[in-house]
């Protein structure tokens, strides 16, 4: 079940679900206007969280955001049409190019069959439209580069084009007075290419641009919230894997030797996952 929660004075958030791949969404609640982050996976999941909202007395949006192009942050937008959407210039690109698709199971299983989609997402689609797909590709209405900064009216939205791996668009939104960093997926690997991955580039500079942020909590979009603690401790273990992953150039066992080594004990589950990303990695964009 979804559950609507609050974070400080002005931060709401929806929680997520994994069967059809519903992602957090979000409500910067301001004294003269509301910022929602991402527009969920379809008119149902964005009617959802409104109806929630309005129930705390929560005004619709003035201004939506989008994290990134992949369709479970979009597919909602064509409840929000008479809103502002707010997008990174890639964002908006890659936005533009699902205009042309069909999503029938027919279409959907071929585009997984070429390997231009693939199948848990096109799973995930099917489950949450059922046979009615009657999906609208709203395009954003603003774009920017690098980053916006959104006065609310007693909260301040900084939204900020950080990249990574997952979706090279992404952008984070930081909730300053809250101390609350929305990361949406941009932490994730890749799930899209042959193989799950990190690469030691991308991972550093999205870590770069992350690290810029006093945040205290950590919105991410398909896993639990995490504090600061979690969030550093997550972020070092990218930081040592994928320094290691260049030093042995990719030999995954050179690599669990090492970190096994360092730590002084046997390597956890997490950490022999987050080896073998980086060591995907580095295998295709070294091959």
């Known amino acids: 079940m ?19 791949d519903r992602p957090t969404l979000g409500m910067v609640v301001g004294d003269n206007r509301n910022l929602m982050i991402d527009a969920g996976n379809s008119e149902a999941h964005a009617r959802l969280f409104l109806e929630k909202l309005t129930k705390q007395n929560i005004s619709k949006p003035d201004v939506v955001v989008l994290t990134h192009w992949h369709w479970d942050h979009i597919f909602g937008m064509s409840v ?16 533009n190019k699902l205009i042309a698709y069909e999503w029938t199971d027919k279409a959907l299983d071929e585009r997984v069959q070429k390997g231009t989609e693939i199948k848990f997402c096109a799973d995930c689609i099917k489950k949450e439209f059922g046979h009615e797909r009657n999906i609208q590709i709203v395009l954003p209405t603003l774009t920017f580069e690098h980053q916006l900064e959104i006065d609310l009216g007693g ?14 668009d992404s952008v984070v939104v930081y909730i300053k007075e809250e101390k609350v ?63 290691l992953t260049e030093k042995y150039k990719g030999d995954a066992g050179k690599i669990k030797d090492a970190f096994r080594q360092a ?18 990695g580095y295998e295709m964009n070294n091959t």
């Not at 008479?82 to 890639?90: E, G, L, R």
């Not at 084009?161 to 997952?166: A, E, L, N, P, S």
């Not at 730590?263 to 995907?280: A, H």
Request: one cysteine or more; glycine letters at 4%; hydrophobic letters at 35%.
């Open 263 to 280: 730590i002084d004990r046997p390597l956890n589950e997490e950490e022999l996952e987050t080896i073998n990303l980086f060591v995907n």
């Open 155 to 168: 909260v301040t939205c900084v939204i900020k084009h950080v990249g990574g791996d997952h979706s090279k």
């Open 2 to 20: 979804q559950e609507l929660k609050r974070i400080g004075k002005s931060f709401w958030f929806m929680t997520p679900v994994s069967e059809t």
């Open 181 to 243: 960093l929305f990361l949406g997926d941009s932490i994730y690997p890749d799930i899209f290419s042959s193989k799950k991955n990190y690469t030691s580039k991308h991972a550093f500079n999205l870590i770069k641009e992350l690290e810029t942020f006093d945040a205290e909590t950590y919105i991410l979009s398909h896993s639990e919230n995490m504090n600061r603690m979690e969030f550093l401790k997550e972020i070092e273990l990218q930081k040592v894997v994928g320094n």
């Open 80 to 95: 929000l049409k008479d809103v502002m959407t707010i997008s990174s210039a890639d964002t908006k690109k890659e936005m």
